[in-house]
């Protein structure tokens, strides 16, 4: 019913910026937390920033004090501003929330992911 659409990837080069969104759409009673997640080659995947419904943030270590995680519940839409990008970031970023279809019941949801390259 609900599906999340990733987008503002593309290949940027070191020490630049890009601002990734992340759309919910379909029929939402609430969107709960909601989080970035990103896999590199030959990684597994790991979290990088996330975010409660009441605004309240948490990051990676690797990220912190360049990536800015954002949400505007009006529009369930989520955002990731990515500034001095490393080639370490290169990877394909996936959006994840906790939905809830209705007072009492909740599902979670990931998008199909978006590609990040960070290269001279």
């Known amino acids: 019913q609900v599906q999340l659409v990733e987008s503002g990837g593309g290949l940027v080069q070191p020490g630049g910026s890009l601002r990734l969104s992340c759309a919910a759409s379909?029929?939402?009673?609430?969107?709960?937390?909601m989080g970035w997640y990103r896999q590199a080659p030959g990684k597994e995947r790991e979290l990088v920033a996330s975010?409660?419904?009441?605004?309240?943030?948490n990051y990676a270590d690797s990220v912190k004090a360049r990536f800015t995680i954002s949400r505007d519940n009006a529009k369930n839409t989520m955002y990731l501003q990515m500034n001095s990008l490393k080639p370490e970031d290169t990877a394909v970023y996936y959006c994840?929330?906790?939905?809830?279809?209705?007072?009492?019941?909740?599902?979670?949801?990931w998008g199909k992911g978006t590609l990040v390259t960070v290269s001279s």
């Open positions: 379909g029929s939402i009673f609430s969107i709960g937390a």
């Open positions: 975010i409660t419904s009441g605004g309240s943030t």
């Open positions: 994840n929330a906790r939905y809830y279809y209705n007072a009492m019941a909740s599902r979670n949801v």
